[in-house]
T-cell receptor
């Protein structure tokens, strides 16, 4: 079985500052993919960023980047220059070869103006 | 990516009744998924629906309670049967549509059972 853990139920950040959301996971497979999803109050789940486990290079999408530490089974999300629109629930997710997505419990991010 | 719509967006239902939720995607996809998200919680997979085969249900979910149809490659329905207040949740469908197994989600259906 695979598990995904997000240890921070809530985080807050000042607008324009940087925040890092933590995620750890456990899987027995060597080939897998990791994702961060954002769910704003409108409840639409939006894919933020993805990382292939076989790639050492950390993924980056504009203001969003990850710190992927495979040996430590850690996959944190860094949001730079935070904006009010970044306020949302963020879910870390792991996909294995069996096509199933396992989600973490989520982190609620608040952005202070 | 994929664009997914769901109907209805929300509903309030009486206990003991059933509700069918529709999920439409703008392209042909092999795998569709149904999730439940209880208030303030993460997503829990109900079942995987592949066209042309029976849906595969996760532990704790049964076909009699959550029958699923998948008549073609762009459409699926989930029925929540004999509802109780414990079924009050957001129900989301998703499709696997990326090169790396990423899933794209519909806007969800907020169900309240009274």
């Amino acid at each position: 079985a695979q598990t995904v853990t997000q240890s921070q139920p809530e985080m807050s950040v000042q607008e324009a500052e940087t925040v890092t959301l933590s995620c750890t996971y456990d899987t027995s497979e060597s080939d897998y993919y990791l994702f961060w999803y954002k769910q704003p109050p409108s409840r639409q789940m939006i894919l933020v960023i993805r990382q292939e486990a076989y790639k050492q290079q950390n993924a980056t999408e504009n203001r969003f980047s990850v710190n992927f530490q495979k040996a430590a089974k850690s996959f944190s999300l860094k949001i730079s220059d935070s904006q009010l629109g970044d306020a949302a629930m963020y879910f870390c997710a792991l996909r294995n070869a069996g096509n199933m997505l396992t989600f973490g419990g989520g982190t609620r991010l608040m952005v202070k103006p | 990516s994929a664009v997914i719509s769901q109907k209805p967006s929300r509903d309030i239902c009486q206990r003991g009744t059933s509700l069918t939720i529709q999920c439409q995607v703008d392209s042909q996809v092999t795998m569709m998924f149904w999730y439940r998200q209880q208030p303030g919680q993460s997503l829990t997979l109900i079942a995987t629906a592949n066209q042309g085969s029976e849906a595969t249900y996760e532990s704790g979910f049964v076909i009699d309670k959550f029958p699923i149809s998948r008549p073609n490659l762009t459409f699926s329905t989930l029925t929540v049967s004999n509802m109780s207040p414990e079924d009050s949740s957001i129900y989301l469908c998703s499709v696997e549509a990326g090169n790396f197994g990423e899933q794209y989600f519909g806007p969800g259906t907020r169900l309240t059972v009274t």
